[in-house]
């Protein structure tokens, strides 16, 4: 386990909490805000070119149009891996009554179907509705575009799980060779929120399927991520639900097991020991959680040091990036 120590000569203040997500206005065009209107006809107005190409032409106007519901391909970028089946049945049965409000997007295939980039869940409902035909608008855009489009799209829903969040931004990373900045100003991301999510990966399958299906959330999950090895975090995992471990307490078990000779000293030694400023130690607190990695800060009024360990290259790649050193 290795360290890196921060000396601080002032006073420990603790910083007000800042939102990282940048809103759909960002993830949709850094030109101009969206107007109002749908998410997927902001998404079909789109036209910026990436990587020096020119800009690509929608259907007239973005007006849409009817296209069979039998020649549309499922989107093979699609991030979102669990669709529930009761909540696609109330939606086919509005649109038997009232129809599909907002269209989906499609692209034209050199064989003539179209492959959907938008709408998934309109589309599968209007074919479990009985309809024939779905309103879609025409979009011509490359491979890199489409995925792009359709992430953009799913990360705007709540029920894209931190699983599926974490594998569409690997897919950026590796079939487009995105690094993990390309793949932050693709999405409107902060780079440490995108490296934060793909650590995520590194997790057991098993803690992985826990995250996927809700018995984890994201927190757990980065705290468990501070373990060194897949055996301790399987462990671990299984007393965390065993037990119904909130986040903070997880934090505290997983420190524990990292530290056990400074459990043990500290409730040997607990009567002689002066309690951490409350400011420090929740300073300390947003620290570990921010970071996933043990941090422990000595303040001796207003003067001290923060400690960061991290036990591997790929810790020390997130610590820099998360404090934004650029490598």
């Given at each position: 386990m290795s360290r890196i120590e921060i000396k601080s000569p002032g006073k420990i203040e603790v910083p007000k909490r800042r939102a990282l997500g940048k809103g759909l206005e960002s993830l949709l065009s850094t030109h101009a805000p969206v107007e109002s209107g749908s998410r997927e006809q902001a998404l079909a107005a789109r036209t910026t070119p990436h990587n020096g190409e020119a800009p690509l032409v929608s259907h007239p106007g973005g007006t849409p149009r009817d296209i069979p519901v039998t020649q549309i391909d499922a989107n093979p970028y699609q991030t979102r891996m669990r669709v529930d089946p009761q909540k696609l049945d109330e939606l086919a049965r509005s649109i038997t009554a009232s129809g599909v409000v907002q269209p989906i997007i499609v692209r034209p295939l050199p064989n003539g179907r179209f492959q959907l980039i938008a709408g998934e869940r309109r589309w599968r409902a209007s074919e479990k509705a009985g309809k024939t035909t779905v309103p879609a608008i025409l979009r011509q855009v490359s491979d890199e575009q489409a995925m792009e489009m359709t992430i953009v799209e799913n990360l705007q829903r709540a029920d894209l799980n931190p699983m599926e969040q974490a594998r569409a931004y690997d897919r950026l990373s590796r079939d487009f060779k995105m690094t993990q900045e390309q793949v932050a100003q693709r999405t409107g991301k902060d780079r440490a929120t995108v490296a934060n999510f793909l650590r995520l990966l590194r997790l057991p399958a098993e803690v992985q399927g826990k995250v996927e299906s809700g018995d984890l959330s994201f927190g757990?999950?980065?705290?468990?991520?501070?373990?060194?090895?897949?055996?301790?975090?399987?462990?671990?995992?299984?007393?965390?639900?065993?037990?119904?471990?909130?986040?903070?307490?997880?934090?505290?078990?997983?420190?524990?097991?990292?530290?056990?000779?400074?459990?043990?000293?500290?409730?040997?030694?607990?009567?002689?020991?002066?309690?951490?400023?409350?400011?420090?130690?929740?300073?300390?607190?947003?620290?570990?959680?921010?970071?996933?990695?043990?941090?422990?800060?000595?303040?001796?009024?207003?003067?001290?040091?923060?400690?960061?360990?991290?036990?591997?290259?790929?810790?020390?790649?997130?610590?820099?990036?998360?404090?934004?050193?650029?490598?």
């Open positions: 757990h999950a980065r705290a468990l991520l501070a373990l060194d090895s897949a055996e301790r975090i399987l462990k671990a995992m299984g007393k965390v639900t065993a037990l119904a471990m909130s986040v903070r307490q997880t934090e505290t078990y997983v420190q524990g097991l990292l530290n056990p000779e400074k459990k043990q000293q500290d409730g040997e030694h607990k009567a002689n020991v002066h309690p951490l400023d409350p400011n420090v130690r929740e300073a300390q607190e947003r620290l570990q959680r921010q970071l996933g990695l043990k941090v422990r800060i000595e303040d001796k009024q207003g003067r001290g040091r923060v400690v960061i360990e991290y036990s591997g290259l790929e810790d020390f790649d997130a610590l820099l990036t998360a404090l934004g050193a650029a490598i």
